[in-house]
């Protein structure tokens, strides 16, 4: 199973159990999404407590920036925001924003940015199978584990799989856009992923398999180890009493 986004390292944040790093996550996302609208000092200290955690845990800043850029689709929808929500108008060269807009915008780019760099910073101290086990010991279910980990275990071969096929069509002057081509070349790889699972899932079954993965040893969290993981969120949970006592 390949390392997938890891940033390899021996900070204390990678130390730390993976499922102890998975409930400060949602606690620290569950704080900042209940953070009040247009509370900007707050969420600067959010995004202060996580800058430390991505120090602490030395994850390079570049890793950071490259892999944020998977928000972007939402930075788009936050830029229309103002234009479009009603409401009292701001004039701001030859445009008239609304107030409304603005302060929606710069809330959804706020929780969605610190999301994302805290799911960054996951999976950056994480190993896969870690996270799998860590998931597994938060009593998720069996099949969505068994799926998250044949997932993780099988996305490089379909990605090979579809680097294959395109550079197999080029080669016989298939043209490498168009929206038949495109669709053409899903349905040829989803047939593909359908027939390899069948493969292996008949190879498990032959060997045994009772519907649960064996991903390693499960190891139980010490105190201070949850003491650690729990820094985060609560440091987030002062900023967002401090945020309501404000308002």
Do not use: N
């Amino acid at each position: 199973m390949r390392d997938g986004l890891l940033v390899p390292g021996d900070s204390p944040v990678h130390r730390l159990p993976a499922h102890t790093k998975v409930v400060a996550l949602i606690a620290f996302a569950l704080l900042v999404v209940a953070t009040p609208a247009g509370a900007w000092p707050a969420f600067a200290a959010h995004a202060a407590l996580l800058g430390a955690a991505v120090l602490a845990a030395r994850v390079p800043w570049g890793v950071v920036a490259r892999r944020s850029l998977v928000e972007v689709p939402f930075v788009l929808f936050a830029l229309l925001l103002p234009f479009v929500a009603t409401g009292p108008r701001v004039i701001l060269g030859p445009f008239a924003l609304s107030e409304a807009g603005l302060t929606g915008a710069g809330t959804l780019l706020a929780r969605v940015s610190l999301g994302v760099v805290a799911a960054i910073l996951l999976a950056a101290t994480t190993e896969p199978r870690a996270l799998l086990v860590g998931l597994e010991r938060l009593r998720l279910p069996a099949s969505l584990v068994a799926i998250a980990a044949f997932m993780v275990r099988y996305l490089h071969l379909l990605v090979d799989a579809a680097h294959r096929q395109r550079l197999a069509r080029a080669c016989r002057g298939g043209r490498a856009g168009g929206l038949a081509a495109a669709a053409g070349g899903t349905a040829t790889l989803f047939l593909r992923a359908y027939e390899r699972g069948e493969r292996v899932q008949q190879a498990m079954v032959a060997r045994g398999y009772a519907g649960r993965m064996p991903l390693g040893d499960d190891v139980a969290a010490r105190p201070g180890e949850w003491l650690l993981a729990a820094l985060l969120p609560l440091g987030a949970a002062l900023v967002l009493a401090a945020a309501l006592g404000a308002g």
